[in-house]
Nanobody, 120 residues
Framework: QVQLVESGGGLVQAGGSLRLSCATSGIIRRVNAMGWYRQAPGAQRELVASVTSGGVLNYADSVKGRFTISRDNTQNTVYLQMNSLKPEDTAVYYC??????????????WGQGTQVTVSS
């Protein structure tokens, strides 16, 4: 069973930086897309950034030029470097990973979420 463990959230002042990490556990045959989503209070969960197995990147317009997603394929880990943070970036951030598991069946799992709070 594949599980995700997120880390790196916290409280930061506007203009500051944080780096989120999402590590996988369990036997994985192949990892496909990896991504970060966020959900602010009263809002729907939205895509922040994603990266495919081939390295194709996708960013929400609101974070382009400030956030960078990267992945370590040797460790099946995905990162989100967040710079120039704004109060509107405040949300719970979730990692999402899809791929093929030990039994050769596809999986799509979510992390437990990590709180990011940006003060003005």
């Amino acid at each position: 069973q594949v599980q995700l463990v997120e880390s790196g959230g916290g409280l930061v002042q506007a203009g500051g930086s944080l780096r989120l990490s999402c590590a996988t556990s369990g036997i994985i045959r192949r990892v496909n897309a990896m991504g970060w989503y966020r959900q602010a209070p009263g809002a729907q969960r939205e895509l922040v950034a994603s990266v495919t197995s081939g390295g194709v990147l996708n960013y929400a317009d609101s974070v382009k030029g400030r956030f960078t997603i990267s992945r370590d394929n040797t460790q099946n880990t995905v990162y989100l470097q967040m710079n120039s943070l704004k109060p509107e970036d405040t949300a719970v951030y979730y990692c999402n990973v899809g791929g093929i598991g030990f039994t050769y069946l596809p999986f799509n799992v979510w992390g437990q979420g990590t709180q990011v709070t940006v003060s003005s």
